[in-house]
């Protein structure tokens, strides 16, 4: 079993997160530039398997698509071209920065090192991830009736 990689994507930075061989905790892995995004990930693949990508898609209140999307529908397009025996899977990003933030401050993470905003990008990858991992949990435990 591979490793699912979590990405926050934005046109500075793009966070990253990886589950454990087992596929149940999403823990921040790195935060890069996206002109280094692709040879990032074929040095990681090197190393380790990725069995899917979930991509954090932002959305607006409404559910409706935000105006960011004009900016990774083209990484989504690019990413599912460059790698297609991997998996793509898109999930709501709505309040992810917001939450890192949170759980830094909660964390006990000290208010200038909270300014690190690939600190931020890579923990939000994390929560992007989890969240992903746990909606897989919860529907496998579904009762059917």
């Given at each position: 079993?591979?490793?699912?990689?979590?990405?926050?994507?934005?046109?500075?930075?793009?966070?990253?997160?990886?589950?454990?061989?087992?596929?149940?905790?999403?823990?921040?892995?790195?935060?890069?530039?996206?002109?280094?995004?692709?040879?990032?990930?074929?040095?990681?693949?090197?190393?380790?398997?990725?069995?899917?990508?979930?991509?954090?898609?932002?959305?607006?209140?409404?559910?409706?698509?935000?105006?960011?999307?004009?900016?990774?529908?083209?990484?989504?397009?690019?990413?599912?071209?460059?790698?297609?025996?991997?998996?793509?899977?898109?999930?709501?990003?709505?309040?992810?920065?917001?939450?890192?933030?949170?759980?830094?401050?909660?964390?006990g993470v000290k208010k200038g090192d909270r300014q690190d905003k690939s600190m931020i990008d890579r923990i939000s990858a994390s929560i992007i991830l989890q969240s992903w991992l746990d909606s897989m949990l919860n529907r496998k435990s579904e009762i059917k009736l």
């Amino acid at each position: 079993m591979g490793r699912i990689l979590g990405i926050d994507y934005g046109n500075k930075r793009i966070g990253l997160a990886v589950t454990d061989p087992l596929q149940m905790f999403a823990s921040p892995l790195a935060t890069v530039k996206p002109v280094e995004f692709d040879s990032y990930i074929d040095d990681y693949l090197r190393t380790e398997k990725i069995d899917a990508f979930v991509v954090g898609y932002p959305r607006q209140l409404n559910n409706q698509p935000s105006e960011s999307v004009k900016y990774i529908d083209p990484f989504l397009k690019k990413l599912k071209k460059k790698y297609p025996d991997i998996i793509v899977h898109c999930v709501d990003e709505r309040f992810t920065s917001h939450m890192a933030m949170r759980s830094m401050i909660e964390g006990g993470v000290k208010k200038g090192d909270r300014q690190d905003k690939s600190m931020i990008d890579r923990i939000s990858a994390s929560i992007i991830l989890q969240s992903w991992l746990d909606s897989m949990l919860n529907r496998k435990s579904e009762i059917k009736l």
